[in-house]
């Protein structure tokens, strides 16, 4: 598999804080990645260093194999931070024209990005009059101007409407279905949880966690039991079934924590078997949520 | 190189701000030649004074570029606030991120100076010749290319100070606060000057062999104010003198001074930047 980014024992201090710090991980092309982390987590600081707009302190980044030099790989690489960054008086056409001049490429594709993010009869406004959320888009139909090799979003939804987040999450999702590699920090679980197949976890500049999505825990799961009869009842009785680990009770709903794989219907057949009718069973995955609290938490 | 002049291009052609600076520049240069029909006509005194030999090759030459550089300060705004303005609109990191170098952003806005400064000497050299053409009592080719130094100095002058110019907005990041800084700078300037020249009261000549090398300075020491000059050239005019006094020459170490001064402006803005974590 070609590797597009790889960082290694990557540091950033400013002062006293140690923002980055002893970062390495790989990106591969075709999967989607994303950096997870509370605010202020180093996530900004180290796609800053990736994208030459931020001086590491030590360690290395290199891109495509550091076959060539970072200016002229972000050539090849579509980037979106935090906030839209246009020239106010310039129209939508002519920044996007201003970023070929950069890149290097032909301008024959302007109109065509405007298209997918449903900019093109804005194409001559000014970009200072754009809502916030038109101003993403037109990052993104800037970030999407070379076909990228690699997008990297930065927060893409923050300080959007619903709306506005439905469209960028609509976007990028249709980006990533046509196979591009994208890299997304973000805070924002559910976006992350949607989107990646593969996450970074950092907290406080270190890494917690790298891997696939769906293999962030060795836990099996839960499931949700609800019962008219006596609650006690069934707790005592659930107590013990073999594979249940915890059982912990939620209002009138008891959650029993797995440690085997367990399906919904031997619970059901074992609970009906000893006298117990179930009004209520649902089996759940962890969500990543709880995953990233339990990962992020664990240091305190 | 082209490329990075086209994209100075496309930004500077879409503010609204520097293309009027810039107009009223090229108009205020323009506007030099209007001094050719200033007349006086009062009773008994008349008084051209496109006939009093301002005109004159080689005389214009300098008087020319002379007057010419008090309008640099409407380019210098350009640059400050087109460099400036990048950060305050943080396109410098769009730019960066987009895959532009650092040496790169610095390289355009030189070339951009350049460009400015270029087209400037051009301009006041078109003019100064027509002008010349129109008003000169010597029009022989000899006398015209007499004194075309002057048009070096020129350049230098202008890509010095728009170099301090562009330095002032990496540094500062504000094109108002650059502004002011620039100010801050002459008149810091003016008083070490005064400063030097009073402590070496009785001796003007080691005063001026240190204050030659202030930036600002060693611009405005280029080209000499040309009035003393003026009945210099009347009367050599008038005596069919052929040598003419010299001391308002262009000294090739003074352009040297500067030069070296653009080159550490624009070293210090690559420096600055890199240092920078944006």
């Not at chain 1, 509370?38 to 990736?50: A, C, H």
């Not at chain 1, 935090?82 to 302007?110: D, G, Q, W």
């Not at chain 2, 100064?128 to 020129?154: H, R």
Request: hydrophobic share 45%.
């Amino acid at each position: 598999m070609k590797t597009i980014l790889s960082l290694k024992n990557l540091n950033k201090k400013y002062g006293k804080v140690h923002a980055v710090n002893n970062l390495s991980f790989k990106i591969q092309k075709g999967n989607v990645y994303g950096i997870l982390g509370p605010n202020g987590s180093g996530k900004s600081t180290t796609l800053g260093i990736i994208l030459n707009v931020v001086n590491k302190t030590s360690g290395e980044f290199s891109w495509f194999n550091g076959t060539i030099s970072t200016h002229n790989a972000l050539k090849k690489v579509g980037a979106i931070i935090e906030s839209p960054n246009f020239y106010p008086n310039m129209s939508a056409y002519e920044n996007l024209r201003l970023v070929c001049k950069i890149k290097e490429i032909s301008t024959h594709k302007i109109d065509e990005k405007l298209e997918i993010v449903g900019l093109l009869n804005r194409k001559n406004s000014n970009f200072k009059t754009f809502s916030l959320g038109m101003k993403q888009r037109l990052a993104i139909a800037s970030a999407l101007l070379n076909d990228p090799e690699i997008l990297i979003l930065d927060e893409p939804t923050n300080g959007l409407d619903p709306q506005g987040i439905h469209q960028i999450r609509e976007i990028i999702i249709q980006i990533a279905n046509n196979g591009t590699t994208i890299l997304l920090a973000s805070h924002l679980l559910d976006e992350v949880e949607k989107v990646c197949s593969h996450v970074v976890i950092i907290r406080d500049g270190i890494k917690l966690y790298e891997g696939k999505t769906d293999e962030m825990t060795a836990s099996f799961g839960f499931i949700d039991i609800k019962t008219e009869q006596n609650q006690e009842k069934l707790i005592e009785l659930l107590l013990t079934f073999k594979g249940i680990k915890t059982l912990t009770k939620k209002g009138d709903i008891i959650v029993a924590s797995l440690s085997n794989e367990i399906s919904t219907t031997e619970i059901n057949k074992f609970c009906f078997k000893n006298d117990i009718v179930l009004s209520h069973i649902v089996k759940r995955k962890p969500s990543l949520e709880s995953q990233f609290l339990t990962l992020t938490n664990h240091l305190n | 190189m082209f490329r990075l002049l086209q994209i100075e291009f496309i930004k500077l052609k879409n503010s609204k701000g520097s293309k009027l600076l810039i107009i009223i520049y090229f108009l205020l240069l323009t506007s030099i030649s209007l001094i050719a029909a200033i007349k006086f006509d009062i009773g008994q005194i008349k008084f051209y004074l496109a006939e009093q030999g301002i005109f004159n090759f080689p005389y214009i030459w300098h008087f020319n570029t002379f007057m010419a550089a008090f309008f640099k300060l409407f380019l210098v705004l350009v640059i400050v606030s087109m460099t400036a303005n990048e950060y305050s609109n943080r396109t410098i990191k769009q730019n960066l991120i987009d895959g532009l170098s650092k040496k790169e952003f610095i390289l355009s806005k030189f070339y951009m100076v350049f460009t400015f400064a270029l087209i400037s000497t051009l301009f006041i050299f078109v003019i100064s010749l027509i002008l010349g053409l129109m008003y000169s009592d010597f029009k022989e080719l000899s006398i015209i290319i007499l004194d075309l130094e002057y048009m070096v100095a020129y350049f230098v002058k202008l890509l010095g100070f728009f170099s301090f110019g562009l330095f002032l907005g990496i540094l500062i990041k504000r094109a108002a606060f650059a502004i002011a800084a620039m100010f801050v700078w002459f008149v810091m300037e003016s008083i070490s000057l005064g400063l030097l020249k009073w402590k070496f009261n009785n001796d003007p000549e080691k005063a001026e062999n240190i204050i030659q090398f202030f930036p600002l300075y060693s611009m405005s020491n280029l080209i000499e104010q040309p009035f003393g000059r003026l009945k210099a050239v009347k009367a050599a005019a008038n005596q069919l003198k052929t040598t003419i006094e010299y001391d308002y020459a262009i000294h090739w170490h003074e352009i040297a001074i500067v030069l070296v001064w653009t080159f550490l402006f624009t070293f210090f803005s690559y420096k600055l930047l890199q240092k920078r974590d944006l």
